[in-house]
């Protein structure tokens, strides 16, 4: 699931906005959606560079990925409408509605960026239970991907993680929040991550006011995990949360431009994502009509030839959406 507290769209008002009483909502894609990637704040070369998140206190949104695994839906943050035409004809709002609602889509895997990629990797398959699926490397742009998950990328969502050649630290900010990763056993997974010398910042135990147990770790670059005790799974990657700054708002975005449906929402005083799509160019269309903003125009990715579309939503938390097609062929 992917948990989302609010958050200021500028620095001002992040310093200064009045504190936000958090509560939960849960979304869901549509029968026949695919979910997609997004990016940590840092400052790295042009084509991988996100503006810093500015956030404030927050209130808290919730994706539950195993329900769209179940319907076979694909994700990277990104997604997109229709055929892989190079050319959108506008569109008015219930053709582009219609389009997402039947768009073929699914979360694919969120995108990070880590300052030392080996380590990385050893603590997530030898801690966390995951394994490395595949490496890439783009010397043209500087960078390498990895990327990490307990199944294949065909049918799992997973982790990309970015390495920046020369970049061996970033700054995570306030504006995410952290992974879930359901576990059978949240004590013995925490005893193994500290043989392995992982940092635990919240030790196994009972969520207040609740009997769900839960844990909590930080990776070698910082980033933060939350374990959560359950039976067998078929996807324990699940759940990513970010934090907003306007929640009916988001919520609003998430169901109409990227097609997810509203799960659950619940009070509680208590990276970037890919999503797959069938057309990058409608999708596109679709997330300008209601309000987000293109910081990609849709088409192939230099060196990779895979279309892709990058956008932010209203709180400026980026997604990308990968074309299907070209998603598949990369992991032949």
């Known amino acids: 699931m992917v948990r989302i507290t609010p958050m200021a769209s500028a620095a001002v008002a ?37 503006p810093p998140a500015r956030l404030g206190s927050g209130v808290y949104a919730v994706l539950h990925l195993e329900q769209l695994l179940k319907k076979k839906v694909n994700c990277t943050m990104a997604s997109a409408f229709g055929n892989t035409a190079e050319t959108s004809t506008p569109v008015n709002q219930e053709e582009a509605l219609e389009w997402v609602n039947k768009d073929n889509r699914r979360m694919l895997h969120v ?29 043209e742009e500087r960078y390498t991907n990895a990327f990490l998950g ?6 799992h969502f997973v982790v990309e993680l970015t ?3 020369g970049v061996d630290k ?26 392995k010398g992982g940092k635990v910042t919240r030790e196994p135990g009972p969520v207040k006011g609740g009997k769900s ?21 078929p996807e324990p990657l699940c759940q990513v949360m970010l934090r907003v700054g306007d929640l009916d708002r988001s919520i609003n975005f998430y169901e109409k431009a990227f097609g997810m449906e509203l799960l659950r929402k619940r009070d509680n005083p208590e990276y970037k994502i890919a999503i797959g799509t069938d057309d ?17 125009e849709p088409g192939p990715l230099p060196g990779i030839n895979t279309k892709i579309t990058a956008c932010l939503d209203p709180d400026g938390w980026k997604t990308v959406f990968v074309d299907n097609i070209d998603f598949a062929k990369e992991l032949e």
């Not at 509560?23 to 084509?47: E, I, K, T, W």
């Not at 970033?170 to 043989?195: M, P, Q, S, W």
């Not at 990058?280 to 990609?296: H, P, S």
């Open 14 to 50: 992040a310093a200064f906005r009045p504190p936000v009483s958090p509560s939960f909502s849960a979304f869901r894609l549509s029968p026949n959606s695919r979910f997609g990637r997004s990016s940590s704040p840092s400052s790295v070369p042009p084509r991988r560079r996100a």
């Open 111 to 139: 995108v990070y960026r880590v300052g030392d990629l080996d380590k990385t990797i050893k603590f997530y398959t030898e801690c966390l239970g995951m394994k490395l699926l595949r490496k890439r490397d783009i010397p």
């Open 150 to 155: 307990y199944g294949p990328e065909d049918s």
């Open 163 to 165: 390495y920046n050649y």
């Open 170 to 195: 970033y700054e995570i900010g306030t504006g995410f929040g952290h992974f879930g990763i359901a576990v059978e056993d949240v004590a013995k997974t925490v005893d193994l991550i500290k043989a």
């Open 213 to 233: 147990v839960i844990a909590f770790i930080e990776d070698p670059g910082g980033y933060k995990f939350e374990l959560l005790e359950r039976g067998p799974t």
């Open 280 to 296: 990058v160019y409608k999708t596109a269309d679709a997330i300008r009509l209601y309000g987000g903003k293109i910081t990609r």
